[in-house]
């Protein structure tokens, strides 16, 4: 029955007046969604929120991760570099610093040993009235023993020549004749050569100052005009390697390089050095320095009329110069020993012109005497141990940055003052390491350190990941729980009524406790004076009513599954009109069935609105009945729907 006048006592009353407000119809109503229901759009925005930021976390960790393991390795690398080259200096610094004290001492030596041996002689000469070259030096092997644990280096040969002028040369072969039996004992004794008699050393003597063919390597006296600087007295007392006799008398000054040599130290009057060849054992030619120490007649050393009456010589060993300067382990530095004068190998192969011309062939001076290459030499140092790399500069050039140069020998010639075409050499170490030291320090160090901080962030980012799983499971059962309840109480409230409710929630509520699980949190508490009721005024609305004619005694003969299916059939039915017609379900209690067109928003049309819903209603109820007829009994299609409209 559609009454758009009816009153509200008319819709409680069912077909047989009986009232019908069963519990049952009411669980029906709430279990019931909302056809326009959707999930909140603060929780779906939170969500994308939640998720940029795990992105944005997950981004965090993975580029710090990159940034510090890059950082570390760097570090550690550069670390490892700097302790490379800090431990170079240190060990180029003490390869520097102890060459230089040697070659000091070695010159300080020589030039003590020169003045030891020319004031003895001076004092001798004056008692005995002798002078030189007619001077024997008392105990020379005792003495030159002690100059060369002096000098602290490796001294492969230390001897004496006089200077002889060409009016003494029979007079002084006839005089170290004489002397030699003497020396040549005293050498023996304090030696304790065993494989050489003083019979055997007098027998490959010559009486005579001689030089030697270079075709067959024969002995000849000398015939060339001029002084000559013949062996004397030496140490250690052995046979000359390469003529395998004494060497007593033998003009040095056959050979070309040492004649230039001497020439600049004798007008210089100062030491003097040069690169050389000589023979350590009879088969081996090594390359080292030979230096010539002035003995003057005069223990006055700078008196201004001295004149040099003897040349000390010593042949010093590069290779074990530089031996024992460092210790076990500290391997891998170059150094490269470079002279300012460079050679020419007229020179350094040459002899005396009188010589020239009996040359074997293998010294082509021809060829030779134009030819004019540095004087360098590199050695490797690797602890005690010295290696030859090579006769020019042999360093890697990569390591010119870190290049250490000491100047460790220099005689303080003047240049200005030096005979055009002579030169007296300046030493300079220049001192590089080597990809032996370098690799000392290039180690998987660096790499260790980055790796292992990479599996710190690894680790901890999976802890993070496994803190957010957990975290984001938990806030999923959360979410689904509110979306469950705000399900709930969207189908009982409007949208607008359930938004007011939630931020009514929000807001302070005085005392008033709840728990967190507490649905009924949006139940009016009479108690809780606080809270104030949401109660809109609206003016122009229409109510629809609608009950079942005949549900009591249809339902008195059913079971409750069957009641609970009916009315569940038919109010999602009615809801869906609802829906349909911007109708707004107030209730529903028992068989009774409350909606409104008009609110929660308004609307002028809100009378037709009601009627058609009304309408539809009524169509829909006939064809629910019939279809559940089947499955409810047959007097199911006998219920009826009344309506009324309340305006």
């Not at 001492?105 to 003590?112: N, S």
């Not at 230390?158 to 170290?176: G, I, T």
């Not at 390469?242 to 070309?256: I, Y």
């Not at 030291?437 to 998987?444: G, Q, T």
Request: aromatic share 10%; glycine share 4%; net charge negative.
């Amino acid at each position: 029955m559609l009454s758009k006048n009816s009153q509200h006592s008319d819709l409680r009353s069912t077909g047989n007046g009986a009232s019908t407000c069963s519990s049952s119809g009411d669980r029906s109503a709430q279990s019931t969604s909302r056809p326009d229901y959707k999930a909140p759009i603060v929780a779906k925005s939170e969500e994308r929120n939640i998720l940029r930021a795990k992105c944005l976390v997950a981004f965090i960790l993975v580029l710090a991760t990159a940034t510090v393991a890059t950082a570390a390795y760097i570090l550690v690398r550069d670390q490892a570099q700097s302790d490379f080259e800090n431990q170079f200096k240190g060990y180029a610094s003490k390869i520097a610093s102890v060459s230089k004290q040697k070659t000091d001492q070695l010159f300080d030596a020589l030039d003590a040993f020169a003045v030891m041996v020319g004031s003895q002689a001076a004092v001798e000469n004056e008692l005995l009235s002798t002078s030189w070259p007619f001077y024997t030096i008392p105990d020379f092997s005792v003495k030159a023993e002690r100059l060369v644990d002096l000098i602290g280096a490796t001294v492969t040969q230390v001897l004496v020549a006089p200077v002889v002028q060409e009016n003494e040369r029979d007079a002084w072969a006839k005089y170290a004749n004489s002397m030699n039996p003497v020396w040549y004992q005293e050498s023996l004794e304090n030696e304790g050569n065993t494989d050489l008699t003083l019979d055997l050393a007098l027998q490959r003597t010559l009486p005579f100052i001689h030089t030697y063919n270079l075709a067959d390597l024969s002995l000849g006296r000398v015939v060339r005009p001029g002084e000559v600087l013949p062996y004397y007295q030496k140490y250690p007392f052995r046979f000359e390697y390469a003529t395998n006799a004494m060497g007593t008398g033998f003009d040095l000054l056959t050979f070309l390089r040492v004649a230039d040599q001497y020439n600049t130290t004798k007008n210089e009057l100062r030491p003097n050095i040069q690169f050389s060849e000589f023979l350590i054992d009879s088969e081996t030619f090594v390359t080292g320095s030979q230096v010539l120490q002035p003995i003057y007649d005069t223990a006055d050393t700078e008196a201004e009329d001295r004149k040099i009456v003897a040349i000390l010589i010593i042949q010093l060993y590069w290779l074990e110069f530089f031996k024992t300067i460092l210790t076990q382990g500290q391997d891998g530095v170059v150094v490269v020993l470079r002279s300012d004068c460079p050679i020419d190998f007229a020179l350094f192969y040459g002899y005396n012109e009188t010589d020239v011309e009996n040359a074997p062939d293998f010294y082509d001076l021809d060829n030779l005497e134009d030819l004019v290459v540095e004087d360098v030499i590199t050695y490797q140092i690797d602890g005690p141990d010295v290696i030859l790399l090579g006769y020019e500069d042999l360093h890697d050039p990569k390591y010119d940055a870190l290049e250490v140069t000491e100047v460790f020998v220099d005689l303080g010639f003047d240049k200005k003052d030096i005979p055009e075409g002579k030169c007296v050499p300046t030493l300079t170490l220049h001192i590089y390491p080597s990809e032996k030291l370098e690799a000392i320090y290039r180690n998987s160090e660096p790499a260790i350190y980055a790796s292992a901080v990479v599996v710190i962030f690894v680790f901890t980012s999976l802890v993070f990941l496994l803190y957010v799983y957990f975290v984001g499971r938990r806030q999923r059962i959360v979410m689904d729980r509110i979306v469950k309840q705000d399900k709930i109480v969207s189908n009982v409230f409007p949208t607008a009524i359930r938004d007011r409710l939630y931020d009514a929630q929000a807001q302070p509520s005085g005392t008033r406790k709840r728990d967190s699980n507490d649905l009924a949190g949006f139940e009016d508490d009479s108690n809780d004076l606080a809270s104030a009721p949401l109660a809109d005024l609206f003016p122009s609305v229409s109510v629809v009513f609608a009950d079942i004619v005949g549900f009591t005694a249809w339902s008195s003969a059913r079971e409750p599954q069957q009641v609970f299916l009916l009315l569940e059939s038919i109010y999602h039915s009615f809801d869906k009109i609802a829906y349909r017609h911007d109708i707004f379900k107030v209730e529903t209690v028992g068989d009774c069935y409350v909606a409104a067109a008009g609110l929660p928003e308004p609307v002028d049309s809100h009378a037709v609105l009601a009627c058609e819903f009304a309408l539809d209603c009524l169509r829909k109820m006939r064809e629910s009945t019939i279809k559940l007829e089947v499955s409810l009994g047959p007097d199911t299609a006998d219920l009826a729907l009344r309506i009324g409209i309340h305006r």
